[in-house]
């Protein structure tokens, strides 16, 4: 597969640490974590002292790409938008270390490290945050993109206001629909507003957007089953691709919305932006699909298992009047209620393809473990079974034709797992939390590079049955 991208995908704040280093100001996750005395990211993975131990694991472990993101708050040190020269030193670092082993960046601008001192005047509900943004997107642009050629705006822009303003189990923690709209339509706002500074820069290469993709399926066929399929997937996937892809809000999603959000702050010379500056590419983070019945009773109900295997099997999803988000018997899932479901990244790259025609990453794919990570070697092989197969689904959709130009596991190493802490551990590569974070490879680091230096021919492949 010539030019085809392997690699692994981390995010600033979930791997460096160094938090109070290097001219780095304080973060939303830092001021939301140590004000509620939850496990932290202060020291991560500590990749911001060891990021070039990892980067070399990654090229002995087969890797020719790295995704990572840049954290917001090492580059612009204040509403001013003054440049940290600290935190460019350091990426130009990661980068020119990347390059020095053959790995290509692939750069996220935005994976969820808002500055506090954005947060403190509103976030993402004031349109400010949006002017911020494109002054950091463009610093960004102009110090890397003489050496990074794939860049993405935001990372699960849909998760992170999801989780932030509607479920309220992340910062900053705040349970309201009206919000929900607000944030997250000027989260894509920014996201437009970055792709034409970059197409209007002439920065070379591409940009795109990460989205956290669930194809939906439903129950059965019955037409309020198709009903609730499409309130599903507005809620879950278009509002994210239609308008980055495509330019254009789904106008069924607004019409709902307005019976009870104040749309007003959507201004047309806004929506023009957003319809002019769509994406080049998009990437898909899969974990799982979303199964749906049609509404039956009961108020607006999002659970998120944080808590592993002393809160399992307590996710629920309900959008009164929409849907009601169902676990079917017959599959499997992790400790943290996710659903293993390869086919459905087959499937849902397929729809994708057919949908927008815009080349296709698989930016993120991973299965969460509890492991000792104090042993020689971790023998997970429950994530090489989760990756051998999400892998085939990978290469059935590009034996029918579609356009997929990378799969990145996550992660290369583990981990700060947002509120999962560190014991929810997704890396091919175990970190010794207790004992000095050393390094050590699993076996599925192993069986990685051996699909990766076969060109994916070890994989055990299975064909799926057609539609």
């Excluded at 100001?25 to 005395?37: A, F, Q, R, T």
């Excluded at 309900?318 to 017959?330: D, H, L, T």
């Excluded at 086919?343 to 296709?360: A, D, N, Q, S, T």
């Excluded at 999400?390 to 981990?415: Q, T």
Aim: proline letters at 3%; aromatic letters at 14%; one cysteine or more.
């Amino acid at each position: 597969m010539n030019g085809f991208l392997w690699g692994g995908a981390t995010a600033s704040y979930q791997c460096e640490g160094g938090w109070n280093e290097g001219g780095r100001v304080e973060s939303m996750w830092d001021c939301y974590l140590h004000d509620n005395g939850l496990e932290n990211g202060d020291v991560a993975s500590d990749h911001y002292h060891r990021f070039e131990e990892d980067i070399r694991m990654m090229k002995e472990g087969g890797h020719n790409s790295y995704r990572f993101s840049i954290a917001w708050p090492r580059i612009i040190k204040n509403l001013e938008g003054e440049v940290n020269e600290e935190g460019v030193a350091f990426y130009n670092r990661v980068i020119d270390t990347c390059l020095k082993y053959g790995l290509e960046p692939f750069v996220t601008i935005f994976h969820w490290d808002l500055p506090q001192y954005l947060e403190a005047r509103g976030g993402w509900l004031n349109r400010e945050t949006c002017d911020a943004y494109m002054h950091y997107a463009k610093v960004c642009f102009g110090r890397f993109g003489d050496r990074v050629s794939l860049w993405t705006t935001f990372n699960e822009p849909r998760y992170y206001t999801f989780s932030g303003y509607l479920i309220g189990n992340y910062p900053p923690g705040h349970q309201n629909l009206g919000e929900t709209v607000r944030a997250s339509y000027f989260m894509m706002l920014a996201s437009a507003m970055a792709v034409k500074e970059f197409k209007a820069g002439g920065y070379g290469g591409q940009i795109g957007i990460v989205h956290s993709f669930s194809p939906v399926y439903g129950i059965d066929e019955r037409v309020e089953t198709q009903i609730a399929k499409r309130y599903a997937e507005n809620f879950f996937n278009s509002w994210i691709l239609d308008t980055a892809a495509s330019g254009e809000i789904p106008g069924d999603l607004l019409g709902e919305l307005s019976k009870t959000c104040d749309l007003s702050y959507m201004a047309p010379e806004d929506l023009a932006v957003i319809r002019k500056n769509t994406v080049d590419f998009l990437g898909l983070n899969y974990y799982a699909r979303a199964v749906v019945k049609p509404y039956e009773s009961g108020e607006t109900t999002l659970i998120v298992n944080n808590k592993g295997k002393a809160a399992k099997g307590t996710s629920q999803t309900i959008i009164k009047g929409w849907f009601e988000q169902v676990r079917p018997q017959s599959s499997s899932y992790t400790e943290w209620d996710t659903e293993i479901f390869p086919e459905g990244l087959y499937e849902g790259i397929r729809r994708v393809w057919k949908r927008y025609h815009l080349p296709i990453y698989i930016t993120e794919n991973g299965i969460g473990l509890y492991e000792d990570a104090s042993v020689e070697q971790v023998e997970d092989n429950q994530r090489i079974t989760f990756m051998n197969d999400h892998i085939n689904a990978v290469l059935n959709a590009k034996d029918e034709g579609c356009d997929v130009r990378g799969y990145f596991a996550w992660s290369p190493f583990d981990l700060y797992s947002w509120k999962n802490g560190t014991e929810k551990r997704y890396g091919l590569v175990a970190i010794d939390y207790e004992n000095g974070l050393t390094r050590k490879p699993k076996k599925s680091y192993y069986w990685f590079k051996e699909v990766i230096e076969s060109d994916a021919r070890t994989v055990q492949r299975t064909q799926y049955e057609e539609d």
